[in-house]
């Protein structure tokens, strides 16, 4: 039995929502380089999020989701199957080209119908990081999909 909707976005249950939420914190608190994770539907909906729902968090969303799915369809039109991650980095102020003016966005697939996104600092997604998205992602799967939750033990700790 699947936990949401997956062709019409419904909203997850309030159990669902609280064990996707409290992951997402849990690898927050984990990893300083790590500023905001965002659980989001393929429409381009948070599902859930531990950065304040702004309008620039809405854009952020809703831009991250579009060039997810632009990465898999370019992976699929290439023959390579589907996209596993994105990474996107964003410079926030041009006149300041060090990293400290530096944030990128990683995305990680969450099943068929959902995204991670995680906005995080640093001059590169550190092996770590990557490793704890990777179970987050597995943890959030099985959230949606209401499926026994595998542990979540992360590698930034």
Not at 67 to 82: D, I, K, P, Q, V
Not at 86 to 112: E, K, T
Not at 134 to 157: C, G
Request: glycine letters at 6%; hydrophobic letters at 45%.
């Amino acid at each position: 039995m699947c936990g949401m909707n997956n062709e019409s976005g419904d909203m997850l249950t309030d159990e669902q929502r609280s064990l996707a939420t409290r992951c997402l914190w849990s690898l927050q608190e984990a990893d300083i380089s790590v500023e905001g994770l965002i659980l989001t539907h393929v429409r381009g909906i948070a599902l859930t999020s531990t950065m304040h729902q702004t309008a620039s968090t809405s854009r952020l969303t809703a831009v991250a989701v579009a060039m997810f799915l632009l990465g898999e369809h370019t992976s699929e039109a290439w023959g390579n199957g589907e996209s596993l991650e994105v990474h996107v980095r964003v410079q926030l102020d041009p006149n300041n080209p060090d990293s400290m003016a530096m944030r990128y966005v990683s995305m990680r697939p969450v099943g068929p119908w959902a995204i991670l996104l995680a906005v995080h600092s640093g001059s590169k997604l550190s092996i770590n990081l990557e490793a704890d998205l990777n179970t987050a992602a597995r943890y959030l799967e099985a959230v949606l999909d209401n499926q026994p939750l595998p542990p979540l033990i992360w590698e930034s700790i």
